[in-house]
């Protein structure tokens, strides 16, 4: 399997979540729709503070998306909405349901 994936937490300033989406979606948005990565931009039922942003593709896409020309002035815009750093891990599936391009056993 030839995927990377990338999980972020970001933890919003109290009531600031939604205006972080506001801010991915001015500037993530129409790239990730028009890419080959999955990606998943996801709420935190447990806490109204925290979000998780996981993306799925190859690893030059992956890489890529960090280094939009807008992905500085989204960090900017971000960074005072946040109530700490975000954290990045970079991730290797080993399985994803209907990956064809595993051998069967």
């Known amino acids: ?45 447990a806490d109204p503070d925290r979000i998780f942003v996981f993306g799925l593709g190859d690893p030059a896409s992956i890489l890529e998306f960090a280094q939009q ?3 500085v002035d989204y960090q900017h815009d971000t960074h005072a909405l946040l109530a700490e750093p975000g954290e990045v891990r970079r991730l290797t599936p080993q399985y994803t349901k209907n990956d064809t391009t595993r051998d069967a056993p």
């Open 1 to 45: 399997m030839n995927k990377q994936a990338s999980l972020v937490t970001l933890k919003a300033k109290p009531g600031q979540r939604d205006e972080v989406r506001r801010v991915w979606e001015k500037y993530a948005r129409d790239y990730v729709a028009g890419s080959t990565l999955g990606f998943h931009y996801c709420y935190d039922d």
């Open 69 to 71: 020309p807008w992905f």
